[in-house]
Nanobody, 115 residues
């Protein structure tokens, strides 16, 4: 059973930075796309960033230029560096990957940005 564990969330002032980590229990990241989603209260879950096994990245328009997704396959870990944080970035952030039709999710980590 694959397990994903996010960490690194917290409370930060606007303009600050956080680095989220997502660690997998097995070697699932090296051959699959890994994604970061977020969900704010009362809003649907939205895709924030994704990285392919080859390192190609994609970002939501709202975070382009501020967030950077990266991966360390040797450590089965994916990161989300978040800079210039805004209050509207406040949400629970989730890590996701899939193997075929089976999707795996972490439990989420709370990011709160104060104005």
């Amino acid at each position: 059973q694959v397990r994903l564990m996010e960490s690194g969330g917290g409370l930060v002032q606007a303009g600050g930075s956080l680095r989220l980590s997502c660690a997998a229990s097995g070697n699932i990241f090296s051959s699959n796309v890994v994604r970061w989603y977020r969900q704010a209260p009362g809003k649907p879950r939205e895709l924030v960033a994704a990285i392919t096994s080859g390192g190609i990245t994609n970002y939501a328009d709202s975070v382009k230029g501020r967030f950077t997704i990266s991966r360390d396959n040797a450590k089965n870990t994916v990161f989300l560096q978040m800079n210039s944080l805004k209050p509207e970035d406040t949400a629970v952030y989730y890590c996701n990957t899939n193997s075929g039709l089976v999707h795996y999710w972490g439990q989420g980590t709370q990011v709160t940005v104060s104005s």
